[in-house]
């Protein structure tokens, strides 16, 4: 018996769906206390695109700490959080044409949400925020209060305000113009409802299904916007650093939006580190109007930059590309040749599942898989999805054995 089976009862963080404990990881790979390999297609709920430990990352960190680089700045000036600054300026906004303020909101995602909504209020003077069905944006108040799952808001006791929830794109069929709708309903004043603050959405839904909003419904909600001069806040949390196969996940709908969340995979390293970007025109903010104590974590900075110099070179990002097609393809025919699955494969890039229509079905894949050494989540409102989340560098040879662990295992329970 490890130690958390023994204190089940008294431990609040009892892991359901992996039952073993880990010690030790490096690229795509894990491993347990018994020494027992797994591929990981988890990726730390999108934290870890570029897999675990990555070689220059680390040789950065150890440098930095060995030299007693500075750990803790709040929002002092440092050597590594200029260095930050610069790179993401001259590696990512730059070549992508954007023109956006950097500000550390705070460590995880739910920070980077909160300060987008309290921003967009506070430039508008306006309080609602529209958000959509299936839409996650965090755990704390405002950001629980425009996620679009009742389940998850039930966690805050009694119900949140200021958050009006739209259908996402395709929330009944590709027939519904959801933003018709959603026009519609800000053009008549007699439903009470007044002109919100902003719009928040992910262009791809990671916990609420691997919803894939169409760039031409990104697009008209953006014109949307700007029609009724709504602030249009993108949440890349999950979907960004590359995990659509852009940096950005918005960047092939050709939108800019106002402003972007960003978190998971920016540090590179699994450390806790977020931005807020939004366009400069937008700073309204007195100095500590917000703030968080972990907003100057150097370590974050410095892994942060290391790992933008994968995107400095442009084979990087088809690299990414090329395996989001061979997920793609691979999940097409595994569709195919199981209709058992009565599944839909969905996703962009390496954010990417099967929806299956039989009850049950996905988390039976996802812990049959986990039984043959392949580390896989479910998501969605009954987790009827698996969910591929490999690392974006993984190498061909672990993609591949990963797939063949799923289809190993969708053959051995629907035969
Ligand atoms: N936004 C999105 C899209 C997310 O997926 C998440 C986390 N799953 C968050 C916000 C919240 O991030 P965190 O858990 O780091 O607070």
Known sequence: ???????????????????????????????????????????????????????????????????DGITHSLDKASTAKGEFIQKFN???????????????????GTNTVESALKLARKVTGRTDIISFTNGFHGMTIGSLSVTGNASKRKGAGVPLQNAVTMPFDNYV??????????????????????????????????EGGINVARFEWLKRLDELCKRWDILFIIDDVQAGVGRTGTFFSFEPAGIKPDIVCMSKSLSGYGVPFAITLFRPELDVWNPGEHNGTFRGNNHAFVTATA????????????????????????????????????????????????????????????????????????????????????????DDETLKKGFDIIEQSVRKLVK
């Open 1 to 67: 018996m490890n130690i958390f089976e023994k204190y089940e009862s008294e431990v609040r963080s009892y892991c359901r769906s992996f039952p073993t404990v880990f010690n030790k990881a490096k690229g795509s790979k894990m491993w347990d206390e018994e020494g027992r390999e797994y591929i990981d297609f988890f990726s730390g709920a999108g934290a870890l695109n570029y897999g675990h430990n990555d070689d220059k990352m680390k040789a950065k960190l150890i440098e930095y700490i060995q030299n």
């Open 307 to 394: 790992a933008l110099d994968y995107w400095a070179d442009p084979k990087f990002e088809k690299e990414v590309q090329r395996k989001g097609k061979l997920t793609r393809e691979f999940l097409e025919n595994l569709n195919k040749k199981y209709p058992e699955l009565k599944g839909e494969v969905r996703g962009r890039g390496l954010m990417a599942g099967i929806a299956s229509d039989v009850e049950g079905l996905a988390s039976k894949v996802a812990a049959e898989a986990f039984n043959q050494g392949l580390i896989m989540e479910t998501s969605g409102f009954n987790d009827e999805v698996f969910k591929l989340f490999p690392a974006i560098n993984i």
């Open 173 to 206: 069929n590709e027939d519904m113009d959801t933003l018709e709708y959603f026009e519609r309903f800000l053009e008549d004043g007699g439903s009470g409802v007044d002109i919100p603050a902003a719009v928040i959405v992910e262009t791809v839904q990671g």
């Open 90 to 108: 001259d590696v990512i906004l730059k070549p992508r044409k954007l023109d956006y303020k950097i500000m550390f909101p705070g460590p995880t």
